[in-house]
């Protein structure tokens, strides 16, 4: 029994030594034949590439470490390599090689001559493992992308552009078929375009824009596009810009008013603490700015399709109390503490007088709007809408379709009103504009039905 354990003792002794170099032998191996593919990361991956554009290069490999990388790109002929580098072996089992790496490269279309369409990007990785007959593992990434440098083309079809300051204008262009966005850029406003004709006729345009009053006469104005490339061509056209005289209205505003008025509104708006003047300022300069960005934000994917028909109605048998682009200053105490511009119309009949709809459309808004009160506002089509304010109650709702004359609400003192009355808003894509020009079916004639009836012709041919 002491004899056979012995024996045992000794063969494990003398075998030892070889397992243990069997084992090491296989952990080499596994080492130096290890299957994990290098990592590597590319930003940004563009759909388009319209101009030069720097990438991030990121590549790691956490075992052998890097070999090397190489970033190219390919249209119909060789791959055009962008970047290229190869790393030594050092140390025993490339300890210290390298295991990461990470560079920027610029790729500019037009120096390496790349031609308009499709390109892709090929990113090519190998590390130090001995796979692959000693290459090493192989990561292969692609990313697809369009070349696309040339801006789209627009020309204008309609030709006099005739706008009085605070009214509106209607442009009808036709753009190539690229076009993602297209219409009238005003400083850094832009009334979007919408598409006229059916497919026969491809990329004509029209764009219903304004000449907001508040910007200096000699704003300029241009045709703006952009592709899917973000390629943008600006272009100028032929306008007239009139100019407008407006009323300036003195406001006194009294400790009573002031009162009255701030109790209309909800406490919560105002900072704790603040004064009545502050209040007061909140509501007609806060508010007020709040109420325009929402207006604005409200009619910004008008409805596409052209609602409206002939005249637009006025609220019958009603006052004017106060006009569009009318100059208000505002008094208290006999010094001045604040202008704003009035940008809609002001109609006073009988109290609580029913309201009915200027023209036909789609209801899409009906809620409380700041100092417009409670509000209705109707899409027309094509970027065209108008609004009802101070109303003291509707019954329309949202998504309701709406016939010319249809009743849709009751005037009353709702919001920031001095007595009942209609505040009668006009709106270009959210913009406010004059409504008197599209009460006057002579300007009607002149300046869109001319340039509607043009599209019908186009649309023919
Ligand atoms: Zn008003």
Known sequence: ?????NKKSRLIITLLPTVIIFIIFIWFLMTIFEGE????????LPEYINKSIAFNFMASDGKMGLKDVKVSIKQDGPAIPLLK???PYKGLLNKNGIHSFGEEFTLSPKQLNLVQGQANLIIEIHDFSKRRGGDGNLTILEHKMIVDTIPPSMTALSRSH??????????????????????????????????CTNDSQPGIYLCYFSFPCNLKKDTVLYLWAKDSADNEIKKAFHYHIRKKRFRKDKIRISDRLLDAIITSFSPDIFAPGDSNIEKYLFINRTLREENSASLRELCQSPIKEKLWNGPWLRMKKAATMARFGDQRIYYYKNKVIDRQVHMGVDLASLARSPVQASNTGRVIFTQDLGIYGLTVVIDHGQGLATMYGHLSSTDVSVGQDINKEDIIGVTGTTGLAMGDHLH??????????????????????DNIDRKLSMIEKLAEK
């Open 1 to 5: 029994m002491k004899k056979s354990r």
């Open 37 to 44: 593919k290098p990592f590597a990361e590319l930003t940004p």
């Open 85 to 87: 580098k190869s790393f």
């Open 424 to 445: 009668f808003g006009f709106l270009v894509h959210g913009v406010p504009v004059n409504p008197v020009e599209w009460w006057d079916t002579h300007w009607i004639k």
């Open 162 to 195: 005739n706008v009085n300051i605070g009214g509106s204008g209607l442009i009808i262009y036709r753009v190539s078929t690229d076009t993602r966005e297209s219409g009238v850029l005003i400083n850094n406003m832009l009334f979007k375009g919408v598409p």
